[in-house]
Nanobody
């Protein structure tokens, strides 16, 4: 079992920045590929970014490329999502997810993840 707890969400003006954190426990963090997803009201959950188990490979959804950066600190059992140049369209609940299959290249699909956090709200005002 893996427990995931997100933090760092909040209200920010368009153009601002936030850094989300996801703390993991219950399993050796360095063996987990990690991902961030988001779900806006009335929409399906969508992929945002992911990072492989050792951090060599990162992938992003097209609309966040160049604005968001995913990283991990295995010594702290934490994955981060640095979000810059935020837009109102980025408003959503952001979820952290863990993939226990130790993928070097992480998955874009939600079905590739075994464990999910409770989510943290990000609201970007115009």
């Amino acid at each position: 079992q893996v427990q995931l707890v997100e933090s760092g969400g909040g209200l920010v003006q368009a153009g601002g920045s936030l850094r989300l954190s996801c703390a993991a426990s219950g399993r050796t963090f360095s063996t987990l590929a990690m991902g961030w997803f988001r779900q806006a009201p009335g929409k399906e959950r969508e992929f945002v970014a992911a990072i492989g188990w050792n951090g060599d490979v990162t992938i992003y959804e097209d609309s966040v490329k160049g604005r968001f950066t995913i990283s991990r600190a295995n010594a702290k059992n934490t994955v981060y999502l640095q979000m810059n140049s935020l837009k109102p369209d980025d408003t959503a609940v952001y979820y952290c997810a863990a993939d226990s299959s130790a993928r070097y290249i992480p998955s874009r699909g939600s079905m590739g993840y075994d464990y999910w956090g409770q989510g943290t709200q990000v609201t970007v005002s115009s």
